[in-house]
């Protein structure tokens, strides 16, 4: 039988016919029990009903239906409960590794509980408390801190001078022995001296201290600063007045000087400040002088007194 194409009813525009409706002519698939167009049977028996087009159409195909079925996968319900049991297994999950990250450790947790036990009951006697001593770590050592030098402070006394000469001892109007040796610039007395013979520029009287000093002031009467008491001579007149001295400390870093000018006629210790210093040793020299008084027949050099002062 030749295949016709069939222009009207439905099934001219759905599917290709392989064959024609007996009864309308219509195009028919070879599939077709009932022609789609009026709904005769294929091999045109009479009687015969045919049934809903829809239930013919869209009848299931069982055997179709759980094949898809099969290969689509758990249906969205069963999706839900597995999405459920994994949620609920991820949060005990995190819930037992917060758990043990956070948790006490039992050592520090007993130790802390001692400690608090402690602390919280009535005194006890030491020899109870020292059975079950708190651990306690010890402070960490700390450097000593170097004790401050304390030095002597007011007039120094130094242990020792000297002077590169001294004038001979002689004696007063009233036939008494004086001397003049160095020691006299440190007894306070200014009717007592240290004395040279004529003009003592560049001489250097040194003066030493038994263990480091600090000095801030030093001092010297620049003559011979006495009267004699039977005839009331004037010595300091008599003989040369200084004019001018150099003071040299010995430090630890080093000699530090200060240079001295002084007034001529002033018989008092004239003072001069001084950088506070650390001294072991002191030189004094003898940088300028006056020249001889009473017509020049006492040619001779003299200093009453020295002082050194930590203030």
């Known amino acids: 039988m030749a295949v016709a194409q069939n222009t009207q009813g439905r099934g001219s525009s759905d599917v290709p016919t392989t064959t024609i409706c007996p009864a309308c002519r219509a195009g028919m698939r070879e599939a077709d029990t ?36 099969h290969g689509r996968g758990p249906s969205r319900r069963q999706s839900r409960q597995i999405i459920a049991v994994f949620s609920v297994a991820l949060v005990a999950a995190v819930g037992i590794a917060a758990w043990w990250l956070l948790k006490p450790d039992e050592d520090t947790t007993r130790t802390v509980q001692a400690a608090t036990t402690r602390s919280a009951a009535p005194s006890t006697p030491a020899a109870t408390l020292s059975a079950d001593p708190v651990p306690v770590s010890a402070p960490p050592a700390t450097a000593e801190a170097t004790p401050t030098v304390q030095y002597p402070t007011g007039v120094l006394a130094p242990s020792k001078v000297t002077a590169p000469s001294t004038s001979p001892d002689s004696a007063d109007s009233a036939g008494r022995t004086t001397t003049y040796r160095a ?32 000095i801030t002031e030093v001092g010297l009467v620049n003559g011979f600063a006495k009267v004699d008491p039977h005839d009331g001579t004037d010595r300091y007149t008599q003989g040369r007045r200084i004019l001018a001295v150099t003071w040299t400390f010995t430090t630890p870093t080093g000699p530090v000087t200060v240079q001295q000018q002084l007034r001529d006629g002033d018989r008092a210790l004239q003072r001069v400040p001084v950088p506070a210093v650390e001294a072991s040793s002191v030189a ?28």
């Open 34 to 69: 009932f022609c789609w167009t009026c709904g005769s049977p294929r091999d045109g028996a009479v009687g015969v009903v045919a049934p809903d087009r829809l239930e013919v159409v869209h009848r299931p195909d069982p055997t179709r239906r759980a094949a898809r079925s």
């Open 183 to 214: 020691a006299n610039v440190l007894d306070g007395d200014p009717s007592t001296a240290w004395r040279t013979e004529g003009n003592a520029s560049g001489s250097t009287l040194e003066f030493a201290f038994d263990s480091p000093v600090r």
């Open 284 to 311: 004094l020299t003898v940088d300028s002088v006056t020249r001889p008084g009473a017509g020049g027949r006492f040619d001779r050099t003299a200093i009453s007194d020295v002082q050194f002062v930590n203030a």
